[in-house]
């Protein structure tokens, strides 16, 4: 008999994991090479989606046309396949990929539309002098967090997160993004819905159907996906179900409305400054660095949620805080090469860990070579860049919910009987939800954010905190963790603060160094403290 006078057999609680179980292959481990090749490529292309949306938001409104956007487009590209390897050899180490970022568009917009740039009659020299004013913005916003990283700033303020802390940050890391998954499904819903309806039966019920070849369709669920419905959509677009319909409608739903294929060259390496010497403005710099603030919180959020899809142990504050210089650095490079955007740590891919169950660091430098080889041979990057969005928000319905469930299992690090515990994660959550519906929609309305003063560069930089879910719900999280009840005797074990405490330090737990020391012994002279 159990203690308590109950069975044996009664119900127990699930145990606490520091490494999530049932992942096929660790931050560490590697599959056969031809499996880890085409997983590469099937990160390459989730990761295009966002790539292709970010630059065609930009581009038109900077004055550039289909030529500019297929440039663009490539030098994100090779500019992220830089940043990855970086990133996974000398950063986190996490199997992340470090593409474009929603948090610089606004930024972005702002300087595109200034009107300094209203004597210029030229479209393709008023792309060149935005641009130009874009790169120089991105390279002071590296310096900044360069120096939040690289100087441990990030590490201070890490070993304070808690699991309580962190898990409304995972979760609005994905959720936040809701806008990006069905919304832009149903702008083609006939090719959208089949997608998603694809991807979910691929990967969660053929598997239990076909028990001996579970690994394939779980792990290329996305590629198969794919395949099927740009094929369905080819056949649609060749038969003219969309001649006659509206311009919108046919944009989203053709496979030759993209104008890639036909602007991009055959080959074309990006090079620093090849729209021209970047110029500085302070008040767009100030902007940009309140969007490179928003990205490092959310590539947190993203971190988190590859060590545990990587089924590797919490990262140290020194790894993370590595992590946070080496996107600064990325930023630079943005800078240099003239992105248009800043980067960050993608989300989608994060959840493309989880849905795959491979957290190879591996498979992701594989990924990041597709970037530079496709980013290079312009044509045929174009043909694949050139798939309808709606098939890729269809993907995105699934990876950002796993990112965001990878938040949920934080949780079990937490007392959930505690009111304490329940109001902080309700909280935060619901106010990470409702402050950027608020700001988003106030400035989808007056064409102004809510913070509306004479100073612009003022008002950019609350928009931009603000309309991020992550950045508020870390923001009320942190907060109320750190202060209240604070010297309750009970706060510590509710928080979960017990259960990372071994990983506060690089040395405390042996599996740290398995995971995340430095390739060719580079520890002895960039050690982790």
Request: hydrophobic content about 50%; overall charge positive; charged content about 10%.
């Amino acid at each position: 008999m159990a203690a308590g006078g109950g069975k044996s057999d009664d119900f127990q609680p699930f145990p606490v994991k520091d490494q999530l179980p049932g992942v096929d292959f660790c931050l560490s481990s590697t599959p056969s090479w031809p499996e880890a090749v085409l997983l590469g490529f099937q990160h390459y292309l989730v990761m295009l989606g966002t790539t292709v949306i970010i630059s065609s938001i930009i581009v038109p409104l900077m004055g550039g046309g289909n030529v500019e956007k297929a440039d663009v487009i490539n030098t994100v590209l090779f500019v992220a396949g830089i940043n990855t390897l970086l990133q996974t050899l000398f950063g986190s180490r996490l199997p992340v990929v470090i593409g474009a970022s929603y948090a610089f568009i606004i930024p972005t917009i702002s300087i595109a539309l200034s009107r300094r740039y209203s004597s210029f009659v030229d479209p393709h020299r008023r792309f060149k002098a935005s641009m130009r004013d874009v790169q120089g913005s991105l390279i002071v916003a590296s310096f900044f967090t360069m120096v939040i990283g690289f100087f441990g700033f990030w590490r201070i303020i890490s070993r304070f997160f808690s699991p309580l802390a962190a898990i409304p940050l995972v979760i609005l890391t994905g959720l936040g993004l809701y806008a990006q998954g069905f919304p832009q499904l149903a702008r083609c819903i006939e090719i959208g819905l089949p997608a998603l309806v694809a991807v979910v039966f691929l990967s969660q019920y053929v598997p239990h159907f076909l028990k001996s070849r579970r690994g394939i369709f779980e792990r290329f669920a996305i590629l198969f996906s794919i395949a099927i419905i740009w094929a369905f959509a080819e056949i649609l677009t060749a038969a003219g179900a969309y001649d006659n319909r509206a311009p919108q409608t046919q944009f989203s739903c053709r496979t030759d409305r993209s104008g890639l294929i036909s602007a991009a060259p055959w080959i074309r390496f990006p090079y620093p400054f090849q729209w021209g010497r970047p110029r500085f403005n302070a008040g767009d710099a100030v902007a940009v660095i309140a969007a490179s603030f928003v990205a490092i919180i959310e590539s947190t959020g993203t971190f988190i949620t590859a060590s545990r899809y990587a089924s590797a142990t919490p990262m140290p504050p020194s790894v993370l805080s590595r992590g946070v210089g080496w996107l600064g650095v990325g930023l630079f490079l943005d800078g240099l090469f003239g992105t248009g955007s800043g980067s960050t740590a993608s989300v989608e891919n994060a959840g493309l860990l989880g849905l795959t169950r491979v957290g190879s660091r591996t498979v992701i430098q594989i990924s990041a070579l597709f970037m530079l080889f496709f980013s290079v041979l312009g044509k045929f990057g174009a043909v694949l860049a050139s798939i309808p969005l709606p098939i890729m928000a269809a993907l995105y319905c699934v990876l950002f919910a796993y990112v965001a469930s990878a938040g949920l299992g934080l949780l079990q690090f937490c007392n959930l009987n505690s009111f304490r515990t329940k109001f902080i994660v309700g909280f935060s959550v619901f106010m990470g939800l409702s402050v950027p519906q608020y700001f988003n929609q106030y400035l989808l309305v007056s064409g102004h954010g809510p913070v509306h003063t004479r100073s612009t560069w003022f008002n950019n930089v609350m928009q931009v905190i603000f309309s991020s879910p992550a950045t508020v719900g870390f923001i009320v999280a942190f907060f109320l963790d750190c202060t209240h009840s604070y010297g309750h005797s009970s706060v510590r074990r509710d928080s979960g603060r017990h259960w990372w405490e071994k990983f506060r330090n690089f040395n405390t737990d042996t599996r740290s160094e398995e995971f995340y020391s430095l390739p060719a012994n580079l520890n002895r002279f960039f050690p982790s403290f």
